[in-house]
């Protein structure tokens, strides 16, 4: 037998099966045959040797041996084709580095998916601790608020018993005085009862003892100094005046007390308004700080723009309720006309003069009116009477809206007296139904053009918690 590869004298062809990786296939026989050459033996496939030794042999037909071979070589690599692809090497590590590296393609976007998911794992672990951090914190500044707020109070509280000590002293120093003015009062009439014992027991010995009785003129000149006119502590009393006066302060102080309270917890829903010139009716002019506005002549040479009302004396505010609370307040002192006061949908008609540019002569509006010295509370062109019996001409008026409650309140702001209020449960005369908040709310104000320019009518927005406050 000879070397592996080569054609023996008996014209059979030896073949030798090597052993090729393949990714799909761990192994592949191969056949193959080795060719001398001058430096040695180069591998070539088996097909290509037989078909060069049918040409060297020439034209005669070839051997039955010859024959056999080539046909179980054909099988075996057509068989091998048909299963995998064949490759005639083992794979060089730079072919390895090629295809893993073409390969890493397809795992791109994996791999950077990856790197994402960890980079947001981390992002949301550090969120997490931040916020389990600040909910920590949340107690310890919660208690710091409360410990502020409790020596506010406190501070007030011991003004209050500082104060109540003093007034308690002042009752005790006019009680002092008092007894001190009756004991003498007494004392003097201890006295005088003495003297009148004294007398009465001098009298009987008298008249017991004829022999030594005495003339009528000694004992009128007695009864003289017994009867002398005394005090009998009917004007001696306690300082009841001053007791009431103090008492009607403290009742005032109490009252006020009350509505600073009240109007305290408003207050922390202050809303600054200001005043949207667009708005604004030609006659009404907005001021500097643009929390006023004067009713004065109109502007002629002014061209209408389209938010503004050009009939109507309104205006709007220019920060809506959207949402939560808010509340502010309206200085009427300088108004000497009529004045409506409310909020408004931003849908409010602002050209003519009917109903729909009218505070509360709509659906999309809400106010309360002075007007011919009657006080009245609108919405949707109904009406009801506010009840202010006996009191003088409102000053100030306070509105307030809870917006997620479908809750309206107007408030007399010096009395924190309630108005009105709208809500979705209350006032039956209204229609329900238009009470439930739909749109942000703008504040409103209407004023009445007054009949002569002598006294141009004049209010403003409380914007500042200082200037709301009285004391």
Same mark, same amino acid.
């Given at each position: 037998?000879?070397?592996?590869?080569?054609?023996?004298?008996?014209?059979?062809?030896?073949?030798?099966?090597?052993?090729?990786?393949?990714?799909?296939?761990?192994?592949?026989?191969?056949?193959?045959?080795?060719?001398?050459?001058?430096?040695?033996?180069?591998?070539?496939?088996?097909?290509?040797?037989?078909?060069?030794?049918?040409?060297?042999?020439?034209?005669?037909?070839?051997?039955?041996?010859?024959?056999?071979?080539?046909?179980?070589?054909?099988?075996?690599?057509?068989?091998?084709?048909?299963?995998?692809?064949?490759?005639?090497?083992?794979?060089?590590?730079?072919?390895?580095?090629?295809?893993?590296?073409?390969?890493?393609?397809?795992?791109?976007?994996?791999?950077?998916?990856?790197?994402?998911?960890?980079? $947001?794992? /981390?992002?949301? #672990?550090?969120?997490?601790?931040? %916020?389990?951090?600040? *909910? !920590?914190? =949340?107690?310890?500044?919660?208690?710091?608020?409360?410990?502020?707020?409790?020596?506010?109070?406190?501070?007030?509280?011991?003004?209050?018993?500082?104060? $109540?000590? /003093?007034?308690? #002293?002042?009752?005790?120093?006019? %009680?002092?005085?008092? *007894? !001190?003015? =009756?004991?003498?009062?007494?004392?003097?009439?201890?006295?005088?009862?003495?003297?009148?014992?004294?007398?009465?027991?001098?009298?009987?010995?008298?008249?017991?003892?004829?022999?030594?009785?005495?003339?009528?003129?000694?004992?009128?000149?007695?009864?003289?100094?017994?009867?002398?006119?005394?005090?009998?502590?009917?004007?001696?009393?306690?300082?009841?005046?001053?007791?009431?006066?103090?008492?009607?302060?403290?009742?005032?102080?109490?009252?006020?007390?009350?509505?600073?309270?009240?109007?305290?917890?408003?207050?922390?829903?202050?809303?600054?308004?200001?005043?949207?010139?667009?708005?604004?009716?030609?006659?009404?002019?907005?001021?500097?700080?643009?929390?006023?506005?004067?009713?004065?002549?109109?502007?002629?040479?002014?061209?209408?723009?389209?938010?503004?009302?050009?009939?109507?004396?309104?205006?709007?505010?220019?920060?809506?309720?959207?949402?939560?609370?808010?509340?502010?307040?309206?200085?009427?002192?300088?108004?000497?006309?009529?004045?409506?006061?409310?909020?408004?949908?931003?849908?409010?008609?602002?050209?003519?003069?009917?109903?729909?540019?009218?505070?509360?002569?709509?659906?999309?509006?809400?106010?309360?009116?002075?007007?011919?010295?009657?006080?009245?509370?609108?919405?949707?062109?109904?009406?009801?009477?506010?009840?202010?019996?006996?009191?003088?001409?409102?000053?100030?008026?306070?509105?307030?809206?809870?917006?997620?409650?479908?809750?309206?309140?107007?408030?007399?702001?010096?009395?924190?007296?309630?108005?009105?209020?709208?809500?979705?449960?209350?006032?039956?005369?209204?229609?329900?139904?238009?009470?439930?908040?739909?749109?942000?709310?703008?504040?409103?104000?209407?004023?009445?053009?007054?009949?002569?320019?002598?006294?141009?009518?004049?209010?403003?927005?409380?914007?500042?918690?200082?200037?709301?406050?009285?004391?």
């Amino acid at each position: 037998m000879g070397p592996a590869g080569h054609v023996t004298g008996g014209g059979r062809v030896h073949c030798r099966l090597q052993r090729v990786p393949h990714p799909e296939q761990e192994h592949l026989e191969f056949p193959f045959r080795e060719k001398p050459t001058g430096t040695g033996f180069r591998k070539e496939p088996l097909l290509s040797s037989l078909a060069e030794m049918s040409s060297e042999k020439g034209s005669g037909a070839p051997s039955a041996g010859d024959q056999g071979a080539l046909q179980d070589a054909t099988r075996l690599t057509l068989q091998a084709s048909t299963e995998v692809r064949v490759q005639p090497f083992p794979r060089s590590p730079q072919l390895q580095r090629k295809l893993a590296k073409a390969a890493l393609p397809a795992q791109g976007p994996l791999s950077k998916s990856m790197k994402e998911l960890r980079a $947001e794992k /981390a992002k949301a #672990e550090a969120r997490i601790q931040s %916020l389990e951090k600040r *909910r !920590a914190d =949340l107690a310890a500044r919660s208690e710091m608020m409360k410990q502020q707020i409790h020596g506010r109070y406190e501070a007030m509280r011991a003004a209050l018993k500082q104060d $109540e000590q /003093a007034a308690m #002293e002042t009752q005790d120093i006019d %009680l002092k005085r008092t *007894r !001190a003015k =009756l004991d003498q009062v007494l004392k003097t009439w201890n006295q005088h009862l003495d003297q009148v014992t004294k007398t009465i027991s001098s009298a009987q010995k008298t008249l017991k003892d004829d022999s030594k009785a005495t003339s009528g003129g000694e004992m009128e000149g007695k009864m003289e100094n017994v009867s002398l006119k005394k005090s009998d502590g009917a004007n001696i009393r306690l300082d009841e005046e001053r007791f009431a006066t103090l008492v009607h302060t403290l009742s005032n102080l109490c009252r006020q007390l009350r509505v600073e309270l009240q109007r305290k917890t408003l207050l922390l829903d202050l809303l600054p308004v200001t005043v949207d010139a667009q708005t604004c009716h030609p006659q009404l002019t907005v001021t500097p700080e643009g929390s006023g506005l004067f009713c004065g002549a109109a502007r002629s040479s002014t061209e209408l723009l389209p938010l503004q009302f050009d009939s109507v004396c309104c205006a709007l505010g220019s920060t809506p309720v959207s949402s939560g609370q808010g509340y502010w307040e309206v200085d009427l002192r300088c108004c000497f006309s009529g004045w409506a006061v409310g909020v408004a949908y931003g849908k409010l008609e602002r050209k003519g003069q009917d109903k729909g540019c009218k505070l509360g002569r709509n659906r999309n509006s809400w106010c309360v009116e002075f007007r011919n010295g009657r006080l009245s509370a609108w919405h949707n062109d109904r009406h009801v009477a506010c009840q202010r019996a006996g009191q003088p001409q409102l000053k100030r008026v306070g509105v307030w809206v809870h917006f997620d409650m479908d809750l309206l309140v107007f408030y007399d702001a010096d009395t924190m007296g309630v108005l009105q209020s709208f809500s979705k449960a209350v006032m039956p005369m209204f229609d329900r139904a238009h009470h439930q908040l739909t749109e942000p709310l703008y504040p409103a104000v209407r004023l009445v053009k007054p009949d002569t320019q002598a006294r141009p009518n004049h209010v403003e927005f409380c914007h500042s918690a200082l200037r709301l406050s009285r004391f």
